[in-house]
Nanobody
Framework: QVQLVESGGGLVQPGGSLRLSCAAS????????MGWYRQAPGKQRELVAT???????NYADSVKGRFTISRDNAKNTVYLQMNSLKPEDTAVYYC??????????WGQGTQVTVSS
């Protein structure tokens, strides 16, 4: 069974940086997009950033200029570089792979806490 495994979350001070990674534990075919989403306590899950197989990216307005999404197609891995972190970035971050025929795969989530 294919699973998405996230890593890189943790506690960081405001203004700090973290890099999240998400890799598939098995083979996934026909991936057309990868993305990161987040869910803060008491709030709905929201889009953070997506990247297509061709490299086109999309960001939530709240993270533009601070976060960068990238992917390694050969490794079926997606990354999220997060700089200038703010307390409002605190959330559980989830990765997602969108495929043509199977639908979406989701990771288990990794906690990011921004606090002094």
């Amino acid at each position: 069974q294919v699973q998405l495994v996230e890593s890189g979350g943790g506690l960081v001070q405001p203004g700090g940086s973290l890099r999240l990674s998400c890799a598939a534990s098995g083979s996934i075919f026909n991936i057309y997009a990868m993305g990161w989403y987040r869910q803060a306590p008491g709030k709905q899950r929201e889009l953070v950033a997506t990247i297509t197989s061709g490299g086109s990216t999309n960001y939530a307005d709240s993270v533009k200029g601070r976060f960068t999404i990238s992917r390694d197609n050969a490794k079926n891995t997606v990354y999220l570089q997060m700089n200038s972190l703010k307390p409002e970035d605190t959330a559980v971050y989830y990765c997602s792979f969108s495929t043509l025929y199977v639908g979406n795969y989701w990771g288990q989530g990794t906690q990011v806490t921004v606090s002094s």
